[in-house]
């Protein structure tokens, strides 16, 4: 029997090199450089946004008088107080009018206008930033405007009442009414904006969906609710969102609108007193109670944050399919 030896020479391993320094700072520059692109956001929302919200919190747990300078811890009183007034709950279901009556139209309204702007209309660039104008006009001149509208006297609104047969209507004086004047002024400086955001999605939509069903027979009305409808899904959620967030926090709008007659209240009987309203009159003139203001900002903080909640759960639901279904293969229903 024979053994073979292998005669080749032991192979002996590469000596270590010490990386360069370029090298060490490159690969540092690699793992760190996107946290400091991104680290003045965080720097910039923690002086800003959390500071504020910490501090607002602390100081709704104090007795907390401006014009004093003892501020007493309380606890949980303030919330206490609010939960049990009258005046909260009414400024609540004043809000929560206003926001249901403006911003359901606003936004049918809005996606009616996109649609109408995405077709093929001569001077498209002007029509596009028309739509635009009622929201960069400044909200004082459109409660000027929108109160002369809505006079009870000389108001156009009521002229045209008068027209058809019909009483005149105390827009001021009476709750609904004032829901309804309000929700116009919100849906002319609104709709707009909302119209351009939609527009913008219906761009990014393929054209060749549209011509498979326009070959299909399908006509405009069937291609919007088939086709352009589904697709916009996320789109129409992030503008409730918005919406959502804006009608909560109301407050230039029902302010102006009766300026001279109790202007912070809403009205002699608060007809229209929003939460934020509410919560103004309380912190500041003629209260001057901070730490009740407090209470009332944070329990609105907590009502915007669960009306986002929800829509963040129905976002994460649809996002778990293609949106459009069998419009998004081409294929109508």
Known sequence: MTVQLDARPPVTPAPHRRRSPSVRLSRLDTRFSPYLYIAPFFLIFGVFGAYPLVYTFWVSLHDWDLLGSDHAFVGAENYTRLLADPDFWHAVVNTLGIFVISTVPQLLAALWLANLLNRRLRFRTGWRMAVLIPNVTSTAAVAIVFGVLFSREFGMVNW??????????????????????????????WTGYNALIFLAAMQAIPRDLYESAAIDGANRARQFWSIT????????????????????????????????????RGGPLRESQTVTMYMFENAFAPHYNFGYGSAVAWLLFALIAVVAAVNVAIIRRLGGRTPGGRAAMGELP
């Open 160 to 189: 045209l009442l008068d027209v058809v047969g019909l009483d005149p209507v105390e827009w001021k004086s009476n709750r609904f009414a004032s829901w309804v004047a309000i929700s116009a002024m919100v849906d002319w400086r």
């Open 229 to 264: 409808v589904p697709l916009l899904r996320p789109t129409i959620i992030f503008c409730v969102i918005i919406s959502t967030i804006g009608g909560l926090q109301l407050f230039t709008e029902p302010r102006l609108f009766h300026s001279g007659t109790n202007p912070i």
